[in-house]
């Protein structure tokens, strides 16, 4: 994880962001929105073609897809 990464992510938060990048995750579902979902940590989990989601929206970014076709 790059130095500027460590500046907005909370350390108990490091290990997961970690584990989604070194799996080659595309989605991380949580429910933390005070550390994990805020724009600037979904930015940055876009750059490296993470999706940061509730279950929610998971959910309905999953049915979109469907009903797409995708």
Do not use: Y
């Not at 962001?17 to 991380?28: F, L, Y």
């Not at 005070?34 to 876009?46: D, Y």
């Amino acid at each position: 994880m790059s130095q500027k990464a460590r500046v907005f992510l909370a350390a108990k938060d490091r290990h997961l962001a970690q584990g989604c990048i070194a799996s080659g995750a595309c989605v991380c579902l949580t429910l933390d929105r005070r550390h994990l979902l805020t724009e600037e940590m979904r930015r940055w989990g876009m750059q490296r073609n993470l999706r940061l989601l509730t279950p929610g929206e998971f959910l309905a970014w999953e049915r979109l897809r469907e009903q797409e076709g995708t």
